[in-house]
């Protein structure tokens, strides 16, 4: 059974002057548990609605959303959200070690207990000696950093990340996505992952989903078999990544201009 079923998903905003606007139409994906999966797609195709709908955050016009078999209509427990803006999603008045903490509040672990997780995650996602900085004390890497050992504290079943290093600069990005693949490596956690940004996410999946312009639809479904621990050098540099890369960008310029 998968972990994560979307069926049939449209979502339609309604304009101030009545217009409607169709930013997803008719998604539907299976994501198997401990998969690493993307949608790539241009920017405005409606890649965040998309998110937003499976995390139960915005009611889709038609379709359904079904995790571990059953239907859900708010957001459901096991799916944590990690967004592009970790700068605004962190507590600015909680250290490093408050806002991992707080994952785990939630969970109601005991306090000594959280501590000794807090502690681990934040070694996890290499933050080690910055427990007790402040966000604001921190460049945004390592803030997205944060941002990940808090989502991680909730133990999702699957982490939805919404383009969570679109506005880093290019080297942070690379070390970030290396991070998240040990960490996935390491957690077994699903990842659902969404990025315009075409070789993040080959470098990155399992199963890659092209969506069109908008109304976005899927325009392919890609199985990416490089062996993995990948490497931001070697895999690049394979031929047949190049060729992906062709393939979905030439996938999306034909489904209406860029
Ligand atoms: N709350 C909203 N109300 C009206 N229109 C919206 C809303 N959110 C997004 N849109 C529109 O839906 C389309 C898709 O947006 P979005 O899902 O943010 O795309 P992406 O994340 O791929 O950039 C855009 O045209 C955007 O203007
Ligand atoms: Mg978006």
Redesign the pocket.
């Known amino acids: 059974m998968p972990i994560l079923e979307v069926q049939r998903l449209s979502k339609s905003y309604r304009q101030l002057g009545g217009e409607t606007t169709v930013a997803i139409e008719n998604i539907s994906c299976q994501i198997e548990s401990g998969e690493f999966v993307s949608f790539v797609g241009p ?1 405005g195709c409606g ?2 609605t998309l998110l937003m709908s499976i995390a139960g955050l915005t009611v889709p016009s038609t379709g359904k959303i079904i995790v571990n078999g059953r239907e859900v209509s708010g957001p459901p427990p096991n799916l944590v959200l990690v967004f ?1 803006e970790f700068n605004k999603s962190l507590f600015a008045w909680r250290s490093v070690l408050g806002n991992v903490r707080f994952g785990l509040e939630a969970r109601r672990s005991r306090s000594r207990d959280a501590e000794i997780k807090a502690r681990s995650l934040i070694d996890l996602v290499g933050l080690k000696g910055f427990e007790n900085h402040y966000p604001w004390e921190l460049s945004g890497g390592m803030q997205q950093r944060v941002a990940i050992a808090r989502a991680l504290a909730y133990e999702p079943e699957v982490l939805l990340m ?2 969570p290093f679109g506005s880093l600069d290019a080297l942070t990005r690379l070390e970030l996505e290396d991070t998240l693949l040990r960490l996935w490596a390491e957690l077994r956690t699903t990842i659902l992952f ?1 990025t315009h940004d075409i070789e993040e996410a080959i470098y990155l999946s399992d199963r890659i989903w092209v969506l069109s312009r908008r109304p976005s639809r899927i325009v392919e479904e890609l199985r990416i078999d490089f062996p993995r621990p990948r490497d931001q050098v070697t895999t690049r540099a394979e031929g047949r990544f190049m060729e992906l890369r062709n393939h979905i960008y030439q996938g999306i310029s034909n489904h209406g201009p860029l």
């Open positions: 920017s890649k965040t592009q919404d383009e969404i």
